[in-house]
């Protein structure tokens, strides 16, 4: 049952970035279809980002009530529902209506089923599950390039990926048993320093109470600045490449796509290391690793070789942070807060992302688009401040003799 468990967590990650990247690679059709601008699409983002936020910090309620199995199936429901609604919707305010409970349910599954993977699975599931979540997302761009070829419209797209939302949500339904059979308690308990404070029954955690456990600002600083990192890369790099350093608008492009593969890549090789580097170390040396890479796209150099292997290389950084900050919390502030805090997390990332690409947007309208590398540079610098204070206080209130050993390395793997 453990490894019928995993299994279903793997394609349910799967599934959480297939609907992910459909709005970007159909809008160029959607928008002329709709008759509205092409900057809507910002509109559209918007509406999703508002409510992973919102559902994302009311998580801790719902799981703590229903249970993750629950949870994620009526969530993975609610995408499929909205997919099939934005299949059908001729006009853009029915894209934004959809929107919205396509947003809750995506902030809610990934809250849930995170939290879950950082309490009963070890690190190299956290990174394994991530880069599942890479492939979804990599996926439905071909899916919707399928469907325009074909004929099928961008909206034989989003029934595709509808169906197989609603197919995966009767699988959910059909596992629930599972969920509370397979890893009732931390596997981990032994070694697991946010352990010794869980009750028989855990209580709700209030978000106000959340928010005043030590540290958790520092985490979501740390969050929020890696999130900003990774969505304004995406967006911005191949058009600061042809802007700025003159590449071939194709090159860039394909660099660019590099840029994700290397987070889907990395995250795949993280998780062979990271049961015996920790998670501490995996965040250290992932935002010390980007922070080369966007030095190498600054260096003003006749040649474009380096700014191109510093944005792999930054992709590459990237790939550990994300699974590892959300693995190493119920180590750092307890298993009864992990569901809160990891809802919270979630709701710092998708603002970071939401945010950061519109303000390089108008910062670059403003200086230019050379302020690329410094705008990632000081994100960078805030994502490592961030992470190390928290590690020195954490370690500090253990009473830690080394500072830098890493969270969760000592964690035995599944």
Same mark, same amino acid.
């Given at each position: ?6 299994? /279903? ?133 071909? /899916? ?16 595709? @990926? ?22 009732? =308690? ?28 030590? #540290? ?11 999130? =900003? ?32 593969? #290397? ?9 062979? @290391? ?66 809160? /805090? /990891? ?12 945010? =950061? ?10 200086? #230019? ?39 969760? =390395? ?5």
């Amino acid at each position: 049952m453990y490894a019928l468990l995993l299994s /279903i967590i793997y394609v349910a990650f799967v599934s959480l970035g297939l609907p992910d990247s459909l709005i970007g690679a159909g809008w160029p059709v959607m928008h002329g279809d709709l008759g509205v601008p092409v900057g809507f699409a910002g509109i559209l983002t918007m509406v999703v980002a508002g409510g992973t936020i919102v559902s994302s910090l009311l998580s801790e309620r719902f799981t703590h009530r229903f249970g993750v199995g629950l949870v994620t199936a009526v969530s993975v429901g609610m995408t499929a529902a909205a997919l099939f609604g934005f299949s059908v919707s001729g006009e853009f305010w029915m894209l934004c209506l959809w929107a919205i409970p396509y947003g809750l349910g995506a902030g809610a599954v990934d809250a849930a089923l995170n939290n879950y993977v950082a309490l009963h699975y070890a690190a190299k599931h956290m990174n394994w599950l991530h880069s599942f979540w890479g492939v979804g997302a990599s996926i439905s761009p071909f /899916i919707m390039s399928y469907a325009l070829g074909a004929g099928l419209g961008w909206s034989g797209a989003y029934q595709t @990926v509808g169906i197989i939302q609603a197919a995966l949500t009767v699988l959910l339904f059909l596992s629930l048993t599972l969920w509370t059979r397979v890893n009732p =308690a931390n596997p981990h308990a032994d070694n697991d320093a946010g352990a010794a404070d869980e009750a028989p029954a855990r209580k709700h955690v209030p978000l106000r109470t959340a928010l005043r456990i030590p #540290g958790v600002p520092l985490i979501l600083g740390a969050f929020f600045a890696y999130c =900003a990192v990774e969505s304004t890369a995406i967006l911005w790099a191949s058009t600061y490449l042809v802007t700025d350093r003159g590449v071939d608008a194709a090159t860039a492009a394909a660099f660019a796509s590099l840029f994700l593969l #290397g987070i889907t890549g990395g995250r795949f090789l993280a998780g062979f @290391v990271a049961d015996r580097i920790g998670d501490r170390l995996l965040i250290r040396g992932g935002f010390i690793t980007v922070a080369v890479g966007v030095a190498l796209i600054a260096l003003p150099l006749p040649t474009d070789v380096f700014a191109l292997a510093g944005l792999v290389l930054a992709g590459l950084g990237s790939a550990p942070i994300y699974p590892a900050i959300i693995h190493s919390t119920p180590v750092n502030f307890g298993r009864r807060n992990s569901q809160a /805090i /990891i809802g919270i997390q979630m709701a710092a990332a998708y603002t970071g992302s939401t945010l =950061a690409p519109p303000l390089f947007g108008a910062l670059s309208s403003w200086a #230019g688009m050379w302020a690329f590398p410094f705008f990632l540079a000081a994100l960078v610098a805030l994502g490592l401040v961030m992470s190390e204070r928290l590690n020195r206080r954490i370690s500090a209130s253990r009473g830690d003799a080394d500072v830098t050993s890493p969270v969760g =390395a000592d964690t035995p793997s599944n």
